[in-house]
C-alpha cells in the first residue's frame, strides 16, 4: 500500500474490526471489489486519531468497533454498477427498505466519490468494555433511513445517549459527523483530500 497508509490493527493493537465489504454481510450482499481480506486500512493520520478516540471512549466505559475505513475507488465503482441491477430483494429488508437502489446515491447513503477511498474516514460504532456487547445504536450500519441520522426521532433513550457518545468521542478526537448516517466520521484534516486512491485491501 502507499505510505502513509497501514492497517489499523498494525497501529493500534487489540482494535476489534468487522470489514463488512469483504464479506456478505452487507448492502450488496458480496463481498465488494478492492476487499480482498477482512481488514481495515486508513491513513497513519486516521489511525492516531483513532487511536485518541479509543482513549477517550475508554475513559466512559467503550471501546471502538469499525466496519470500514480506507476505500477503494473499485468498490465505490461497483456500488454504482450494484445500483442499477434490478432488485433482488436479498438485503432490501435490512439496509434500504424504504427507498429504491439507485436513490441511495440521491439521498446522500451512496457517493460516487466517497471520502473513504481519500483514507480519511472511518463507519465504526462503540462497544462496551466490561460485557464487549455491542452499545444500542438504534439500527446497524448501512441502514439507509432516516433512522439512523443524527436527531432522528423513534429511537430510545439509550440509543440516542450512545449515539451522543460516539460522536462526542470523534469530535473530540478531530473528526466531523455525516449527519445522515450515525456511524460515519471523516478526519476534518485529512491528508489527501483531493486524491482518490485505488490500491485493494490485500
Known amino acids: 500500500m502507499p505510505d502513509g497508509f497501514a492497517f489499523v490493527d498494525g ?69 454504482v454498477r450494484w445500483s442499477r441491477q434490478p432488485e433482488n430483494g436479498r438485503t432490501k429488508a435490512r439496509h434500504y427498505p424504504r427507498i429504491d437502489r439507485a436513490a441511495m446515491f440521491a439521498r446522500g447513503y451512496v457517493a460516487a466519490r466517497s471520502g473513504h477511498s481519500r483514507g480519511g474516514a472511518v463507519d465504526l460504532t462503540l462497544y462496551h468494555l466490561k460485557t464487549g456487547e455491542l452499545a444500542a445504536m438504534g439500527g446497524g450500519h448501512d441502514l439507509m433511513d432516516p433512522v439512523s441520522h443524527h436527531g432522528a426521532a423513534g429511537i430510545t433513550e439509550e440509543e440516542t445517549r450512545n449515539r451522543d457518545h460516539l460522536r462526542s468521542i470523534m469530535e473530540d478526537c478531530g473528526f466531523r459527523a455525516y449527519e445522515s ?19 485493494p485491501i490485500a
Do not use: M
Not at 448516517?181 to 482518490?196: G, K, M, R, S
Open 181 to 199: 448516517e450515525w456511524w460515519h466520521y471523516a478526519l476534518i484534516d485529512e491528508p489527501h483530500p483531493d486524491t482518490y486512491f485505488d490500491f
Open 11 to 79: 497501529i493500534l493493537p487489540g482494535v476489534r474490526w468487522d470489514a463488512k465489504y469483504a464479506t456478505w454481510d452487507n448492502f450488496t450482499g458480496k463481498p465488494v471489489d478492492g476487499y480482498l481480506v477482512n481488514r481495515v486500512v486508513g491513513t497513519t493520520a486516521l489511525c492516531a486519531a483513532l487511536g485518541a478516540a479509543r482513549e477517550k471512549a475508554a475513559s466512559l466505559g467503550f471501546d471502538l468497533l469499525l466496519w470500514d475505513g480506507y476505500r477503494p475507488q473499485r468498490a465505490v465503482d461497483h456500488f
